[in-house]
């Protein structure tokens, strides 16, 4: 399948990543390459078979009791915060002119 | 105790010697530490470096020992710990910008671990940014070198933790492996390491990658000390939903020498195409050592070998995709320092400077298998095709008690050769996603030397049965001594002082 720049910047914009001009040169042409490599699974015949989502060998999915614990400290959780108001994240002022929803 | 320099005593050997007062864990740790002083600057295989901490911990260790307590079964043992787990108050960077910065206010659960056993974090070792890659030349800070020969790849994603117990830095350190990342460096820099399997050791403190591949474990120079830090590795986990409940093993005790009746499967597709012939004759004379031993081998094949890669690219780069969905610029890691106008915006600009050229290029591979229209047609392809991989392994295991393959198709490849290749850095793993996929244990440990360079025997077993895997490779490592050979490093480090 061919790969183009409006397909790479149509999943970068889902994936809320922002490329630069070189990135999205780049990219295009290793995504190019990698999606021609693992096309050679639709060659595979898998009619009927049921995907697998982990391979989790355990007799069966533990279970804990759910009972309260004691959390970090805010101060050491928002001590890796790039920028923090009291006990809380805080991120720039960016409300738009004419966004009042 | 021994006239040999510390840096070259195993896990077991400092353990034992320490919990018996024959040497203090603070010579132990300051031995290990000039060692690095001196030769870090040219193998670059850590990020931090945990020092003083570290001798305060030993002399802590030491305490115990003369009060009569026993400090564990790791007592004094330095261990080098992969920056993408975490470590309280410790740095952990997954080798990206986007976490440059980045201290931990909590333990991963190995590390806990370690430390209620006796163990001394002596530092972070570099990877692959995310544990993206097979060289550890995807790292946002440096490149580490291969002990062996400087101009080479130590291998990826856990390449400086590899590099470290290789060069006698730390004799034993943690990594992960999620589509080999422990086993390819351990065959390029010529040490043992084992992915277990998948729920057997907590991932709990682990940065995420692809959540159903992931996997922590261990380092060291032999099959022996392997066992004992898995053993204290191993186990269940509340604070991790897929740790699994099965009884561990008394992994030492399993350390027989005794191989006799064990049935080992060689699968073809393994020694065929994309495999250097001497790698393949390498391994298998390291399996007829095992054969004249008493153990039977036997042709077996896996079919669907060669979709492997392809499905383990689609999983881990869907899994990556979403996993990475977290660094946002808000709660931790790196905010852009532009102006923005929209909350998408910040969270874009952050994601883009934050991340390196590989990460964007497997978050573009996930997002884009994900996406509406292509879903059904690769990651739903690559889930099914992924149950074929697991039932083969499943068929063939019922047959035999465990495989041997090489760990890589080639020896350590030099720096720069496949940096801006992405498909040719991911033919270094085509021996190992299988294990992942199918959530199997599997061990890589050194079985020859080609061109000064060594070369790795993989072995994979039934799930749970780490102890069959570290019985076979001990009972080789009995029998050669392919594991005790150091790089020539060693002797240029001896005379070393601070760097």
């Known amino acids: 399948m061919p790969v183009t ?36 699974l639709q060659a595979v015949d898998t009619a009927g078979i049921e995907p ?50 | ?29 300051r031995a290990h530490l000039d060692r690095i002083a001196a030769v870090d600057g040219r193998i670059r295989a850590f990020l931090h470096v945990t020092g003083e901490a570290a001798l305060a911990r030993a002399r802590e260790i030491d305490e115990a020992v003369r009060r009569g307590a026993d400090p564990g079964p790791l007592a004094g043992v330095p261990v080098a710990v992969k920056d993408n787990i975490c470590t309280r108050g410790v740095p952990t960077t997954a080798a990206s910008r986007m976490l440059q910065g980045f201290v931990p206010p909590y333990d991963a659960t190995v590390i806990e671990r370690l430390n209620a056993a006796g163990a001394i974090i002596i530092g972070k070792t570099n990877l692959d940014e995310f544990a993206m890659g097979s060289s550890t030349e995807h790292s946002a800070f440096q490149v580490t070198a291969n002990p062996w020969d400087e101009s080479r790849v130590p291998g990826g994603s856990s390449g400086g933790s590899a590099a470290a117990v290789a060069a006698g830095e730390a004799p034993a350190a943690l990594g992960t492996d999620t589509g080999g990342s422990i086993r390819l460096p351990a065959a390029f820099c010529g040490v043992t390491g084992l992915k277990p399997t998948y729920g057997r050791v907590s991932r709990y403190g682990a940065i995420a990658f692809a959540s159903s591949l992931d996997q922590i474990g261990p380092f060291a120079r032999d099959a022996r000390d392997t066992a004992r830090l898995l053993a204290v590795l191993a186990g269940y986990d509340q604070r991790d939903s897929t740790s699994a409940q099965e009884p561990t093993a ?3 005790g399993a350390l027989t020498g005794d191989v006799r009746g064990l049935k080992i499967g060689l699968p073809a597709e393994y020694f ?19 054969k004249d031993a008493g153990a039977q081998v036997v042709e077996v094949s896996l079919p669907y070998t060669s979709y492997t890669l392809p499905v383990y690219h689609l999983v881990a780069t869907a899994e990556a995709s979403s996993n990475l969905a977290r660094y946002d610029g808000v709660r931790y890691g790196h905010r852009t320092s532009r102006r923005v106008t929209s909350h998408g915006d910040l969270i874009a600009r952050s994601r883009g ?9 497997r978050i573009i591979l996930g997002t884009f298998a994900l996406s509406a229209g292509y879903y059904d047609q690769y990651y739903g392809k690559a889930q099914q095709v992924r149950r074929l991989i697991k039932d083969d392994f499943e068929r063939v295991l019922a047959q035999v008690d465990l495989l041997a393959t090489p760990t890589a198709p080639t020896v350590a490849f030099p720096i720069g050769e496949r940096a801006d290749d992405p498909m040719a850095m991911y033919m270094a793993d085509i021996c190992t ?15 020859g030397f080609l061109d000064g360079l060594p070369v790795g025997l993989q072995l994979i077993g039934r799930p749970f049965d780490e102890a069959t895997l570290l019985r076979a490779a001990d009972a080789y490592q009995r029998l050669t001594d392919h594991h005790l050979r150091r790089p020539a490093l060693a002797a240029a480090g001896a005379a070393g002082g601070g760097a």
């Open chain 2, 433 to 447: 996603t299988g294990a992942n996929l199918a959530g199997l244990p599997a061990l890589s440990i050194p079985c």
């Open chain 1, 5 to 40: 720049p409006d397909d790479v910047r149509r999943v970068a914009q889902l994936a809320s990543l922002e490329l630069d001009p070189d990135d999205e040169t780049r990219l295009v042409q290793k995504v190019q390459q990698v999606v021609e490599y693992v096309d050679r």
């Open chain 2, 1 to 29: 105790m021994t006239d040999r320099p510390l840096t070259e005593l195993g896990v077991v050997e400092t353990a034992e010697a320490v919990r018996r007062g024959r040497l203090r864990a603070e010579e132990v740790t």
């Open chain 2, 272 to 290: 065929g195409e994309g495999v250097d012939s001497r790698v393949a004759q390498a391994v298998r004379e390291a399996v007829a050592v095992l």
């Open chain 1, 52 to 101: 697998l989502a982990h391979p989790y060998a355990g007799s069966s999915t533990p279970m804990r009791p759910d009972t309260a614990r004691q959390g970090l400290p805010v101060d050491e959780v928002l001590a890796n915060a790039p920028d923090r108001f009291g006990p809380f994240f805080r991120v720039p002022r960016m409300i738009e002119e004419g966004q009042d929803d």
């Open chain 2, 353 to 361: 400077e934050g991340f390196g050229p590989e990460v964007k290029l």
């Open chain 2, 250 to 252: 008394d992994y030492e």
